[in-house]
């Protein structure tokens, strides 16, 4: 693998990443309404839900995908159901002031569970891998260790986007200075994640 297919590649991947979808939407919304604490969870799934999809467009694994389509479509609609029933939790949270206490911890388990339905449910980046791949790299001659550095780019990518997302998600949180404000967030962060379940329902 050239550094010059690396460095395309991690520029597209850059401009997707960044731009918001489903996935950011319930990261951003998650960060808004608990805080930054304990999302890292969520990210991780996220993460390794991203590379996932990058594997099975590089091992020429779409037909695999489409072979397992009712798996994927069960993954999809507990995505779904998932985001929802959080998005009415977060509607109907009552609002606490920033300092009243430590956000809440949520279950860690949890937590991945969400962000892996959410990225296997969201299939985009697949098809984005396996319209880009192509015209960057020759997909028949990868190694495994060109798969690693595929999987490695795109680790680094996410990360820096990802967290990108939540430093700003977390210092939008720090303006909220009233209990209406926090229930006016919670409920703008709920609107958002189920926003985002219509989308990959839709999908």
Partial sequence: MTMTSLLVFAGA?????????????????????????????????????EAIWLSFAVAGLAAIAESF????????????????YLAWKMWTAEPDMPGDSLPQSRSASKLFFAGLTVTLGNPKMMMFYVALLP??????????????QLVATMLVVLVVVD?????????????????????????????????????????
């Fill in 13 to 49: 991947l850059l401009v997707a990443a960044g731009s918001p979808g489903p996935s950011v939407a319930a990261l951003v919304a998650r960060v808004l309404s608990k805080g930054a604490r304990d999302v890292l969870p969520f990210l991780v799934a996220l993460w390794i839900g």
């Fill in 69 to 84: 389509h009712l798996l994927f479509v069960a993954i999809k609609w507990l995505g779904v159901a998932y985001l929802l």
């Fill in 135 to 148: 015209s960057i790299i020759d997909l028949r001659s990868v190694t495994v260790i060109g798969w690693m």
């Fill in 163 to 203: 967290l990108g997302w939540v430093t700003m998600a977390a210092n939008a949180r720090k303006l909220l200075k009233s209990k209406r404000a926090v229930r006016i967030a919670n409920r703008a962060s709920a609107g958002t994640i189920a926003g985002a379940a219509v989308v990959i329902a839709t999908r």
